[in-house]
């Protein structure tokens, strides 16, 4: 197919094709002759995957350019891949946490028994987050880091299940970078969601309460 064609069926621009393949993104086309290049449907795949990451994730083109890098590298093991795209999608605080705050998070995970690195992007993002409870005298809201984690445990659990097994290693490498990119983005919405639904619960109940004590 031509570039124009291939524009269509993949919803992406000419344009950004051209600077897609420019960045290193997407493979060229194959010359088929002057001023022509063909394009097949792995070229389709690849910009839709790409789009996924920058538009559904809000992954930055470097970022996205790591993500892909991980994807492509038969060499990489998909614990890295993981990796990779965990620190591409990691919003990293705007200061480093200081090191009492991050021993805070490692000493939590070592009691909680998981076995982490201490350069997990997730470390320091809590680590922030415990500080800024701190600075706002609200150090009482640190013990949503068990329930949390109980949460947090289930999710990467199901995770790790929808990543398949049995498949060409390249598609494990797309299912884990498009689950932990976007999966972000699914989790904090559906955190929305479910808090609008049990506050709704919790006035109701409250409301009614007085009713049920009168009757």
């Given at each position: 197919?031509?570039?124009?064609?291939?524009?269509?069926?993949?919803?992406?621009?000419v344009?950004?094709?051209?600077?897609?393949?420019?960045e290193?993104?997407?493979?060229?086309?194959?010359?088929?002759?002057?001023n022509?290049?063909r394009y097949?449907?792995?070229?389709v795949?690849?910009?839709?995957?790409?789009?996924a990451?920058?538009?559904?994730?809000?992954?930055?083109?470097?970022?996205?350019?790591?993500?892909?890098?991980?994807?492509?590298?038969?060499?990489l093991?998909?614990?890295?891949?993981?990796?990779?795209?965990?620190?591409?999608?990691?919003?990293?605080?705007?200061?480093q946490p200081?090191?009492?705050?991050?021993?805070?998070?490692?000493?939590?995970?070592?009691?909680?028994?998981?076995d982490v690195?201490?350069?997990?992007?997730?470390?320091?993002m809590?680590?922030?987050?415990?500080e800024s409870?701190?600075e706002v005298?609200?150090?009482?809201?640190?013990?949503?880091?068990t329930?949390?984690?109980?949460?947090a445990?289930?999710?990467a659990?199901?995770?790790?299940d929808?990543?398949p097994?049995?498949?060409?290693?390249e598609r494990?490498?797309?299912t884990?970078v498009v689950g932990?990119?976007?999966?972000?983005?699914?989790?904090?919405?559906?955190?929305?969601?479910?808090q609008?639904?049990h506050?709704?619960l919790r006035?109701?109940?409250?409301?009614?309460?007085?009713d049920h004590?009168?009757?």
């Open positions: 197919m031509r570039i124009s064609e291939l524009s269509r069926t993949s919803g992406v621009s344009a950004s094709i051209k600077y897609y393949t420019r290193g993104l997407i493979a060229a086309g194959e010359r088929v002759g002057y022509q290049t097949d449907d792995s070229h795949a690849r910009l839709k995957l790409i789009r990451l920058i538009t559904g994730g809000g992954l930055s083109i470097a970022a996205t350019q790591n993500v892909l890098a991980a994807v492509d590298d038969d060499q093991e998909l614990g890295d891949v993981f990796a990779v795209a965990q620190r591409a999608s990691s919003l990293a605080p705007e200061t200081s090191p009492s705050a991050t021993e805070r998070v490692l000493s939590f995970v070592r009691d909680h028994g998981w690195g201490a350069s997990n992007p997730g470390i320091a809590v680590a922030s987050a415990l409870f701190d005298s609200r150090t009482d809201l640190i013990e949503i880091l329930p949390y984690a109980g949460a445990d289930r999710i659990e199901s995770d790790l929808n990543v097994v049995d498949e060409a290693r494990s490498a797309e884990i932990t990119v976007l999966g972000d983005t699914i989790l904090a919405g559906l955190r929305r969601i479910a609008e639904h506050s709704k006035i109701a109940a409250a409301t009614s309460a007085p004590e009168h009757a």
